[in-house]
């Protein structure tokens, strides 16, 4: 087995060419259709800078009353998610102080039962030209592909969670 390394790091990825740590732009989540485009996450994803991120639950904004109602999402099974995520580390050339950030991965979850009723809609798209987003949740068998495989090995594990694992409901209601 790999070696596993827990680490505590800054949401938000600080990318390699960034001046300081404190980065200008977003780089909470990074959209996986996206990754080799964008510069603050190519490196990482080339380089095999995969992680996961623990999790009991998340919360997504749901906009389907017209307001905003957050909604928390567990595992049926009551164990912690595992979120696909990406990290790097960051030395402030100043200081030498080191700066470890990660982000979390999205897809695509527009045919998603449950994850596409997530999100405000943009107003500049109709109904079936949404791009509603999830996380990716990994599963227990395989985090050590994705920590150690290729790009290229890895990319099927790349989808929202299945309806099978997950439940969601209004942040306010207790899940069962």
């Known amino acids: 087995m790999p070696?596993?390394?827990?680490?505590?790091?800054?949401?938000?990825?600080?990318?390699?060419?960034?001046?300081?740590?404190?980065?200008?732009?977003?780089?909470?989540?990074?959209?996986?259709?996206?990754?080799?485009?964008?510069?603050?996450?190519?490196?990482?994803?080339?380089?095999?800078?995969?992680?996961?991120i623990p999790a009991w639950s998340f919360d997504e904004p749901n906009w389907e009353t017209g307001r905003n109602v957050w909604w928390r999402f567990t595992r049926k099974d009551e164990a912690p998610w595992s979120l696909a995520g990406l990290w790097n580390t960051w030395i402030d050339r100043a200081t030498g102080e080191i700066h470890e950030s990660y982000t979390m991965l999205t897809v695509n979850a527009d045919s998603h039962p449950l994850m596409r009723r997530m999100h405000k809609p943009d107003p500049k798209y109709g109904p079936d030209e949404q791009d509603k987003r999830s996380v990716v949740a990994i599963e227990s068998a395989d985090i050590d592909r994705w920590l150690t495989g290729t790009p290229e090995d890895v990319r099927s594990l790349v989808a929202p969670p299945s309806m099978d694992v997950i439940e969601g409901a209004p942040a306010t209601k207790k899940l069962a």
Do not use: H, M
């Not at 300081?20 to 485009?37: G, M």
């Open 3 to 52: 070696l596993r390394e827990c680490v505590i790091g800054q949401w938000g990825l600080i990318p390699s060419f960034a001046k300081e740590a404190k980065v200008a732009f977003s780089t909470f989540n990074a959209r996986f259709e996206e990754l080799t485009d964008k510069a603050s996450y190519r490196v990482p994803w080339l380089r095999g800078q995969r992680c996961i």
